[in-house]
């Protein structure tokens, strides 16, 4: 099964709105990315945040980190339409070594204009 | 700075054959990681190589190989095509090993076997 599980697995909001996407992990890890893909091209990195930290922000993102739950949330303020896209949490393996990267299933978000 | 570059874009293949794609990363980043994408199954990870040698290997058959050249271009081989190879595939390039820096990813090679 996946290292990241990303909730939900698809979220459709108003332009304007805020998006709250989820992420949970399995095993403990090193660091947590966030990655967006529009429609079937290359993923695009959002922001890395390391086990220690647990919050960062970038722009329109707040990503934040609960290792003690094993789960991160990616925040997107004031959607836009352009924000329309998958996105993916990456994780390492942790433990001490870094591993291979494992990405979850994805959240699917539309903003409507 | 030219960003990652993969090719073909786009591939048909016969099941039973084998195909090679490339994959030239950013200028100065010393890793290659590549990665498998599906409906069903999601993004997953191949394998990544750093200065020619892999250092990682996803939970692929042996059908699946791939190799680094001294001057960071990449290839992944796959050979004795299935239906099931039918997918996306992604390669991303980073200066340090990807899962502690920003990957950087190419348009992808979509592969159709028939």
């Known amino acids: 099964s996946q290292q990241g599980e990303e909730d939900p697995q698809a979220l459709s909001i108003q332009e304007g709105e805020n998006a709250t996407m989820n992420c949970s992990y399995k095993t403990s890890i090193n660091n947590l990315q966030w990655y967006r893909q529009n429609s079937g091209r290359g993923l695009v990195h959002l922001i890395l945040?390391?086990?220690?930290?647990r919050e960062k922000h970038s722009g329109r993102l707040r990503v934040t980190l609960d290792t003690s739950k094993k789960s991160s949330s990616l925040l997107i303020t004031a959607s836009r339409a352009a924000d329309t896209a998958s996105y993916f949490c990456?994780?390492?393996?942790?433990?001490?070594?870094?591993?291979?990267?494992?990405f979850g299933i994805g959240t699917k978000l539309q903003v409507i204009p | 700075k030219a960003g990652v570059t993969q090719t073909p874009r786009y591939l048909i293949k016969t099941r039973g054959q084998q195909v090679t794609l490339s994959c030239s990363p950013i200028?100065?980043?010393?890793?290659v990681s590549w990665y498998q994408q599906t409906p069903g199954q999601g993004l997953q990870f191949l394998f990544e190589y750093f200065s020619e040698t892999q250092r990682n290997k996803g939970n692929f058959p042996g059908r699946f190989s791939g190799r680094q050249f001294s001057n960071s271009r990449s290839e992944m081989n796959v050979s004795t095509l299935e239906l099931g190879d039918s997918a996306l595939y992604l390669c991303a390039s980073s200066l340090g090993i990807v899962v502690t820096a920003e990957a950087f990813f190419g348009q992808g090679t979509r592969l159709t076997v028939v």
């Open positions: 990456a994780t390492d393996g942790g433990s001490g070594g870094y591993q291979k990267v494992t």
């Open positions: 945040i390391r086990s220690n930290e």
């Open positions: 200028s100065g980043h010393r890793s």
